[in-house]
Structures are given as C-alpha cells and as structure tokens.
C-alpha cells in the first residue's frame, strides 16, 4: 500500500493495488491483456464493490456465491397488468360486484371511486397444481405448474413513471442505476461480442419511464443497457454516411494507425489502449449484431409458434419477433435481457393502463402478450436454457378491486400486485402472498420491490447487500437500505 | 390494563431496591437486543449499547426509554407486545421472560438509572471531522528542490511528492499546454492563428496573456457553466414518466453562463441562487427548481399522493442545497438520523423549513428591455403578416386546406358585416378523450383589427373561462375550456356590427400543448340580418397529422399556388422573428423558478413519511457549525436570507473548501477530496488538506473570485507539467494524485462536439436564449425521435442544447453525458464500443468530416499534400510528421479527404485534454 492510499476510499484501495500489480510489468498494448485478469480473479467475493478495469468492463466476473442462474430474462408489461384480470383469482370479487368497497378510499390515483367489478374473465383450473388462471391469456395459463408467483407484492408509488424507476431502479426518483446496469456492473458477460445488457422495447413504443429502466444511474456509462429491436437495430451500426466498403475500410485502418503512432508517443497511457479496443470491439459487434437481429434463419415452425408470421396482427408479430430475439440473445449468453411489453400513456390504448375501457383494451393486449410470451418460455425450456436462464415477469403495480366512477375500468393500486418467476433456481408451482378477498391490499407475506429484487440477485448469486457503488456519501445499492431474499420461491 | 397491573407490581417493588444497570439491565439488553440496536446495526435507527444514543432513540418512536414512566415508554411496550403480535420485540425471536420484563419495568420506573463512563463503546463524536473544523492558514512548506516551484500551490504539490519519493514531470512543449489551456479554459481546441501567435510570442509574459484572453473570452462561461449545470442536475423537461417540456428552464442556465463570464464572486453566486428574487435576480433561483418534478396532473387526486409529491419536492432543495454547496448528502436524514454525519431527521426538517415557502412554477423575469424587443419584434412581424394573409386561401375554395394545428388555425372568408359569429366544435383529436381548450379567439375585421378583444363590446358565451378567449393572452394558462370532452361551442355577440374576414382560434400559440385540440368544427356568422350562415368548417381540411401537430399558421397548402415563391420568401423573413418571440410568452420573458409563498408549517416526519407528522419545526440550521435560527412566522425571503448568508459566510468551514476543491476537479480531472459532493464521513479526505484550505482562504482573500483561481492554477508548475507516464512514478501512484504528472483525460461530450464543429469551422457561436433542438419532441411520452443532420442553430455549442432530462443525446450521449436525474458531481471516463460505433458511423461525424474536407479544399486549394497539412493544424495544432503525412496523403488520393478528417475526428490526440 503507497503512502497516500489512506486517502482513498475502499474502493480507490483495492483499484490502487490491482493498478500498481499490473504497471510493474505493463507496456501499452501488453496492459490490455494483462489487465483481463482483474475481471477473473473474483474479487467481488470480498470486497463491496466489483473492481472495473476499463478496457475490459465486460470481462466475466465472479458472483458472491455460486450462481442458480447465469442469465436474466426480464419481461416488463408497462402500464400496470391488472392482477384480478390474470393470476389473482378472487370469487369474493364475483360476489360482491357492484356493491361499494366498505371503508375503501372514496378518491384513488385518478379521481373518485366507483362500485366493485368482477374480474372481466372467467377463471379456470390449470395443471396439476389446479391453480384457478384467467381465461385472458389461455397459452400462459398452460405454464401455470411451471411458474412461481408473488401475489402479494407492493410498490411506493401509484405514478408509472415513478413506479417503474421503483420496480427497475429500486428508487423512485428519476437516476439511479437500473436493475440490467447493477447486474452487468456485477458480473460482466459471457459475450464479449455483444452488449452484455440488450432492451428491446415494444413496437408500440417505449415504455413510460423510457431510458430509467435500463440506465446506469451513476454506475459506468458502459453498463447500461443497449436498446434494440427485431424492429429497430442498433444505432450506427452501419456508416451513416454514403461510403463505399473500401473507404469505410481505409478510414478504420488510417484511424488504427494514427492511434498506434500516438500511443509510442505516450507509452503506458491505459486511457489510450482502452479507446483503441473499444474500435476493435466494435467492429465485432458490427458484425455480431446484424447475425442475431436476422430472423430469416429461424424455421417457419418457430415462427408459428411464436405467432410471428401473423399478418393480420402486425404489433402481435412484432412483439413475437422480439420473443424470438430475446431468446436469441439469451441463447448466445447475454447477460440479462429485458423485453417490455406495452409502451407508454395513452388512455390504456398502447399498453396495460386500463382506466376507462378495461375488457375492450385488454382483450387487444392480451392477444399480443399472450401466445408469443408463452412460446418464449417454452422454447427456452425445450432448448434446456432455463436450466441457466431465469425467466422474469413483472409489471409496475396492479390495479383496483372498484371500477372508477363511470367508467369500465380500474384505477392504479400499489398495494397489492402479482409478478411470476420461472427457470433457473426456482420452485415450480409455487403461488406465494395473498391479497384480501377482494383484491384490494396484501395481507400475507407482503413484499415491497425490494425483496423481489433482491430475491433475483440472489439467483445471479450476488448479495443484494454487498452489491455497492460509492454515490454522493452513500454506498448505493439496489435495494437501498431494505430487501429480503423471498425464500419460499427457491429451488 | 396490563399498564395498570405492572405498575401497581412496580409500585411494590421499588420500595424493595434499586435496579443495577451494569448487573441487571444490561444483561437482558445485551442477550435480547445488541444484535439488532448494537454496534453493528441499529434497526430503525435505534441502539441500545450507548446511553447517549438509547435515550435519545430510534427513528419510529423516540423517545424509547421515557425514565419514570414505563407504561408510556415503547421500549416496554414492545418487548410486551402491546401493539400487537407483529411489533413485539425481540422480532422473530423468543419473547422476554415476566422476570425480565419486569426488570427492565422497575428500572424505567426508578428514573431508567444509567451511569456515565459504564458503556463499553464511546461514540465517536460526529462534529469531529476535518472538514467541519476552521479553515486553517498553513504557509505553503519548503521543500528540497528549489528550482521548480512557480507559486505557493506548487510548493504543497512538490512537498508531497518529495515524501513520497516522487519527482515532478518536466514541463511540458508550448503546444500541449495551449491545447490543455483552451480545451480545459472554452472547451474548444486553438486555431492554427492562436497556435502560431503563442509559439512566436516569446516575450515575457506570453502565457500570462493566453490565460487572459482565455478567461476574458465569453467561451470560457459556455465551458465553466456546464461544469455547475452538471452538479445541479440542470434540463429543460420536468423528468419522470411524461416528461414534458420546461420551456423556461433556460434563463437560469444563461444566468450561471453570465455568472462565469462576469466572475461574479462565489458567495453573490451562492446568495443569488437561493434568493436571487429579493436583489432582482429572479432567474438565478432556477437553482432551487432543477430536479425532476411531476406536474399537477401527474400527482395522484388523492391527498396523500399530494402530500407526498410535494414533500419530494421540498426534499429535491434540499438536497440540491446541501449537496452543491456544503458538499454534505443531507437527503439521508429525511427518513432516519445520517448515519455518519452530524444530521439529525430534526436538522433535516429544520433546513427543509427554510424553504417552506418555495413552489416550483415559471415566474416572470423583471425586464422592461423585454417588454421592448417584443414590441419591436411584433411591429415587424406584422406587415409580413397581413400579405402573408392576402395570399391564403378562402374557406371552401375548392381546395384542401392545412390540418389544424394547436399554434393556430386561420379561417378567411369573403367580407362580411357580422354581429355574432358562433363556433361549434363537434370532435377533439385523439379520439374525444378530453375537453377542448381554446388559448384565444380572434376575429379580424378588414382593417385587420382584432374586433373580439374589446371585452366591453363582445359578450361570450360557451364554456368555462369565457375571458380567457379575447383576453390577448396566449399559452395553456390562459384558456378557454369546454364543458364536454370531445365537444363545445362558443358564442361572440357583437354590440354593433363589423365588416370581418378572417378567424384565428388554436389551441395553445406557445407552442407547448398541443392536446385537447378541436379537429371537426363549424364556424358560423349572424350577418346584419340577422341570419346565420356557416363560413367555415373542417371539412376542407386534411386530416389530422401529427408530426404537423403543432406547425405554425400559413402553412403551404393555405396558400394559393401562384403565389407560393412569394410567399416563401415571406415565410423566410418571418421565421427567425417567430423564433425570436417564442422565447418570450406574451411580451414577458418567464423563467422556472422558485415561486416565494407564505411558508407551510414543517413537521418532523416519522422515516420521511408525510402521514406521519410529528412535532412542528422552525428553521435552523444543523447544530454543528455556528447555528442560524429564525421564528416560526418568518417570511418566505427572510427564510432563504438567513440561509444564504449562513452558507456564504467566510466563516463556514464547507462553503469555500467545496467550491475550491470543484475547481481543482475541473482542471485535473480529480479533486484534492475525490467525493466532490461528499465531505462529510463517508467521503474520502484530501489528499492534500494543507493546499486545500490554502486554497480556500485564497479564495475568500480574493473576494471569492473564481476566475483569480484558475489563473493561479493554470500558470503554476503543476498544470504546466508533462501528461506522459513514467512507470516508476506509476508503481507509487498510479492515479497521478499526487500530481507527478498532468493527468491528461478524453473530452467530455460537449467539448467534443463543439471541437468538431469549431474544427470543421461550422460553429456557431450565437449565444444564450432557448436552446436549439437535438430531438424531434421538445418532451412528452412519445419518445424522442433524434435529430441526425443539423442546420444553422443545431450547431451552436451543446450547452444551448435544450436538455430532455434522462434522455441521452444518440452520439455524444455515451460519451458520460450526465442524464440530470441525480447531482453528477465528477463526469466519469468511460470507454465503450458504443462510443466508438457513434463517433466512427454517425451522420454527425460524416456531416462534419466532409464539412471540413470542404473548408480545407476552400481555403487551400489543390494540392493533397497542402490540404493535409492544414487539417493537421486545423485539427490537433500541428504539421504532421513526415510518415504522417506520407500516410494521410496516400489515403486521401485513395479514398478522398473525408476518409482522413473522419479518421482525425475519432483519433485519440484530437479527443484528449493532453
């Protein structure tokens, strides 16, 4: 330890004695390789934070304990999924239709409260666990043995915008690292020819906290994640400008060799190797990226199964196309992988905010999130990728037991709400929390966000409390200061 | 019940004898709670190992142990369980025995006995911390070497060096430290004139007159202002899910630009800022309203969604305040006692309370010259306007007229004598979901006067906020509203009649809104007869598009096709006149700011929950530094004053070490304290706390002068040392902060952007005002389809970009832009193959690569060779060495000059601050 070092925080510490290790013996170029050690060695199992080195920030890195699963898929419904119209049965609801809340809130998110409304599907019985499920996504109900749900979920706001930074973020502010970003930060890639976090947003549009939900707050700028989509491809990828191949090919080689000439005129400088490399990742992701984005290889089998060939539904092929993305992505190692479904405000029209019209506009909805959602899962589970895989379905909060006061639908609710998980490290089956009869609150088991994210760190094998990064005076995490692992959904 | 019965047991008890804390307490404490309110945590903010910290309690229920009283002390009611099976403590673990209940009851009934100097731990004094401590004076020290040092700053770097066996680098060529210089004084690269006139400036004193024009040059504020921008998190858009425009954000950021410019001392600058709108600078308070907000209509209707939005916004300035100047995370004390610093949830709410008076909202700016140039600028717009207006065609010409629009929609008929004209509107756009709005209703007689706005001779009718329709005030604010989503009508009645041919309505002329707005409509008109006729209707207009949502009156299809060539070129005259207004909304320039209200009572908050009030405070500052206090019936501006003054007090410990330790960050790359924002326990210490504070009274000594700073700095032997590294000095330290070197670093984002287009000699340097557009949207939920190719104002410095808060520009984005969520005290230096595919393949760089080519062709002809040389100096300040230019010649004569400037814009010198 040098003599200033007491000056560093712990962090700037343990930086301070990799970087001097590797500069006894490091030259310009030599230095990259070299310093590809740092991401191996795991040192994130003892210290708070994981050590970066820049030029390398993608390097596979060791989790805090050994890992139930490699890869995250995240599916995000924006809007707020109604948990009575999908996995939250309530017959009491059935019962008490059109009757007033007794003691419920005369004014909610929007405006006055009207009657109770029954669930605007009909439920059924499913597999063996006999789980009653919505008639509203018939080709997910079919996985209901598979899937372990948290019925009893809450969040700190009843704003989207706000709530989605909660449920992505762990904040609800806008700014703070997203979910993708911690979990990249963490533990690299095991592709180093891809973005290690992709978001590929509905082609409806983006969802309503856009960007938060895959920013990196104030984690590295390279952490963040990358959005594209079977639609819209990654931005310059290709020469904006009209050049032929030979050109494009001269001004990269001309540029090489500037930087080269430059760097024997400042031997050592880290700074400069890193931007030289990040040319020469480039380039390979320009050739990576188009390969995964072209679908034309799948086979016409799989495109029916995802409903990607529909012709008369063309959002619902577009979303069954980011399906097939998304398990693209997965299959070739990504890190995390976070497909959205629904976009931002709009009366309920783009996405699951059903205030007004609730049946009429989920009945459009759920024909888009349905089959494809379902044939995702599958498809990743007949390729064995969900022995690595852990599949995420979420939704900001839920919606109200009433109706609003003259209208057909249901008013944001925070306190009570449904998500599901399956794959690597969970228990099939598995229905935990409870809300009351009626929908309205959790009242068994009640799990803030935070438990939820921290229950998926801890798949990746990562503490929730131990994933840190220094912030203006505070080691943020995640979870801020809260979070409990919800064990009962474990393997 | 169970209260009475242990307190007649109690009663009977006591008479027996005292509890011994050390013997008796303690024990059960120890067994039952250390392990949640111990050393090592302190669940709900509350330990019971120390008895400073177990009388005054935790954060929920303080406090804890009220001595005499056990029935009413929550200790005792929790590990009773009294509240009910979820609260009784030990939490999932077994409960304490009778015997130990009762213990722990007599001896809170016996006055909670504890004695001093029994604890096993003492608690660290949170006041003693170098940071809170006076700024010493030391005198800079000696050192070994001799010959080295050119100021006072230099002498602490080189003393520090010597102890740690380091020597400095030598200074470094001419050129790198002008490059250095102006990238890090403007952020834009020398000219090839500026580098010459330096190198053959060897007279005395050259580097003093660079530095002297640098700093006098209003580049220098468009540089330095970004730098603060960056910690207050400054954009124009409100932020979170919708995102809208903040379309006078800008005033306050041209303020902190004038700020540099004029180096207005750092305490006027701090006192400005906080209450600006008691000394007639009203725009520098945007400071205290830069966060993120939701808007009125994004709160949830209920109360408590009220409550907690507004307590989110006081937070932000708070936060904002501490964080910016005092350099202290106060925010953590909203929900429970700092952890590490000397902020208490009580000093929170007692700072919170100098601001209980401050709404957010746009405010107008006291400027009568305003007043004037709107004036000015209306008296010239208007004879373009009415020939533009002889060109349009009537209504139901045959033709298909423009889409409505929100700016504005013009209906021309033949002339008519009316004394009524009646408005019916049968359908809004997006699907009748809303009420329309109209901002003003304006019917033109042939003279060209507007007859409706004499309220006394018009009656309205229709709607709700009639006056707003013939009011002669613009914007959203301002409007007339409609009874019935989707529907409406509106009724003008004339006292006598008028010879009328034309109808202007929209639905917001600013230019914001463009909801609400009215698609399928009648106009009718009661003619002198007494007859109504219909003059107009939406049927001949195109259907509704938009990407023209907001397109401004006469647009081409308005007009009649023999006339159009004239009529553009009118258009094109009146262009930069309607830019020009849309800065001010109706002849006042407004900016968002703070709005002063009678304060609000502040409670104290139970874990930052405004559900749960607690006791009412006053406003103080935190107890730790010479305290400043005022009564509950303090107004708004006395309020922000006395805060004002209380940080710019010379006195204040933070104030001047934050800002001069920013300062240093700014030029180096890293501060003497790396935790710019954090002073407090958690941040790290200085590296050299001598210079610091030497700095810091040179600072006040100067009278706060920022720019007298920067002259010390960028003269002295330090920055003037050479960036390269020598391995020996890397194995001692490796970050360069002791300063054995410049440490050289890439530009940031904005002065990346800006070199480009200086170097390409398409910058365009008009300053101040709205900022020009990066995205198709202004704000909004929609998305932000990006610009790629930029005209005219798209190339003014980045600064006057206007900032959509979390939404990174597509090519300089990822160059660590900050997003303005959270405070960004230091830009990080990320490198990513994002970056890379930005730089090398966006439009941008092709626009700017051939623009450069061009100018390089322009102004030196012919030979490749000559054309090479002068990119070279263009760009990096030099002629290329022989292999250089042998290289980029055959390229160009291969692949044309653009290949060689699309090379030099990604190329590592022309990126880097060397």
Known sequence: MSPQADHLSLRGRHLLDRRQFLSRNATAIGSIALTSLLGRDGLLANSNAPIIDSSQPFAPRDPHFPARAKNVLVIFCAGA?????????????????????????????????????RPQYEFRRRGETGKWVSEMIPHLAELTDDLAFIHSLTSQSNTHGPAENFLSTGFVQDGFPSLGAWTTYALGSDNQDLPAFVSIPDPRGVPQASVNNWGPGFLPAEFQGTPFSAKEPLRHLAPAGAVSKAQDRAARSLLQRMNERHLEKNPGDNQLAARIASYELAARMQLSVPEITDLSTEPDHILKLYGADNESNAVKAGYARNCILARRLIERGVRIVQLFNGAYASGGKLNWDGHQKLKEQYDVHAEILDQPTAALVRDLKQRGLLEDTLVVWCTEFGRMPMFQKGAQGRDHNPDGFTCWLTGAGIKPGVSHGVTDELGRKAIENVHPLYDFNATILHLLGIDHERLTYFHNGIERRLTNVEGHVIREVLA | MAGLIASSFVALATAEEKVDFVREVRPILEANCYQCHGEDKQKSGLRLDVKEAAFRGGSGHAPDIIPGKSAESPLIRFIRGDDGADLRMPKDAKPLTPGEIATLTRWIEQGAPWPDGVDRIQLADKRDHWSFQPVSHPEPPATRRTDWARAEIDRFILAKLESAGLEPSPETDRLTWLRRVTFDLTGLPPTPEEVAGFLEDRAEGAHERVVDRLLDSPRYGERWAQHWLDVVRYADTHGFEVNTERPFAWPYRDYVIRSFNDDVPWDRFIREQIAGDSVGKTEATGFLVTAAALLPGQIGKDDASKRLARQDELGEIVINTGEAFLGLSIGCARCHDHKFDPISTRDYYSLQAFFAGVKYGDRPIENPKVEAIVADLNARLAPLESELFRLVLPAGSGHTRAPVS??????????????????????????????????????????????????????????????????????????WRSNEKGRGWIEMEFDRPHRIEQVRWGRDRTGQYGDRLAEKYTLEIRSGSGEWKTAADSSDRAAFDPDRAKAALFQPEDLAPVSRSRASEILARRKPILDELEQYAGGRQLVFAALSDAPEPMHLLNRGDPEQPKDEVEPATPAFLDPVQLPGDAGDLERRRALAGWIADPENPLTARVIVNRIWQWHFGMGLVETANDFGHAGTKPTHPELLDWLAGEFIRSGWSVKHLQRLIVLSATYRQDHRIDPAAMEVDAGSRLLWRFPSRRLEAEAIRDSMLAVSGRLNLKTGGRGFDLFKSRGGLSGFPPIESFQDDGRRRMIYAHKIRMEREIVFGAFDCPDAGQSLPRRRQSTTPIQALNLFNSQFTFDESAALAER??????????????????????????????????????EHGLETLCRAVFNSNEFLFLP
């Open chain 1, 81 to 117: 999924v109604s948990q009575l119209e999908t996995w939250d049965y309530k017959p009491e609801l059935i019962r008490q239709d059109g009757k007033p809340l007794k003691g419920g809130p005369p004014v909610t998110f929007q405006g006055p409260a009207g009657n109770l409304a």
């Open chain 2, 406 to 479: 929100a700016r504005g929609n013009l209906e021309r008929f033949a002339p008519i004598s009316a004394t009524a004209v009646r408005f019916t509107i049968q359908a809004t756009i997006s699907d009748n979901l809303r009420e329309p709005f109209i901002d003003e209703f304006e019917v033109f007689d042939t003279e060209g006067r507007n007859v409706a706005l004499d309220a006394k001779s018009t009656k309205v009718s229709g709607g709700r906020g009639k006056e707003n329709l013939n009011n002669g005030i613009y914007g959203n604010a301002d409007c």
């Open chain 2, 856 to 893: 390089a062709r322009s102004e030196i002809g012919t030979p490749i060779e000559s054309q090479v040389e002068h990119i070279y100096q263009l760009a990096l300040g030099r002629a290329p060495d022989l292999s250089e230019k042998t290289d980029a010649v055959q390229v160009v004569a």
